[in-house]
Nanobody, 123 residues
Framework: QVQLQESGGGLVQAGGSLRLVCAAT????????MGWYRQAPGHQRELVAL???????NYGDSVKGRFTISRDNAKNTVNLLMNDLKPEDTAVYYC?????????????????WGQGTQVTVSS
């Protein structure tokens, strides 16, 4: 399985932007989907965005219209552009590989996770 490393987190004021990058050690060109998840203190890990091999995207309700996910299979990277950041976006952001979906309702079967990068949005 590929190893994933996130970068680009930091401290930003509300309304600002950040771009997170997930770099894979190996090829992601055959990985079914790549995703960004986040976890804030006292909260469960939640989906931020994911993108499939075909480029189909899915976003968490709270980030729709503000965040954009993209993948570059040639560079083995997955980017997350975050605009109009809000204090409630403060969390550790994780990159993941999704091998397939299983069950009914379907849930993702994860491959690898990165170590996470902290995003802090001040009001």
């Amino acid at each position: 399985q590929v190893q994933l490393q996130e970068s680009g987190g930091g401290l930003v004021q509300a309304g600002g932007s950040l771009r997170l990058v997930c770099a894979a050690t190996g090829s992601i060109s055959s990985i079914h989907a790549m995703g960004w998840y986040r976890q804030a203190p006292g909260h469960q890990r939640e989906l931020v965005a994911l993108i499939t091999l075909r480029g189909v995207t899915n976003y968490g309700d709270s980030v729709k219209g503000r965040f954009t996910i993209s993948r570059d299979n040639a560079k083995n990277t997955v980017n997350l552009l975050m605009n109009d950041l809000k204090p409630e976006d403060t969390a550790v952001y994780y990159c993941s590989s999704i091998l397939h979906w299983s069950g009914a309702p379907a849930v993702p079967v994860f491959g690898s996770w990165g170590q996470g990068t902290q995003v802090t949005v001040s009001s």
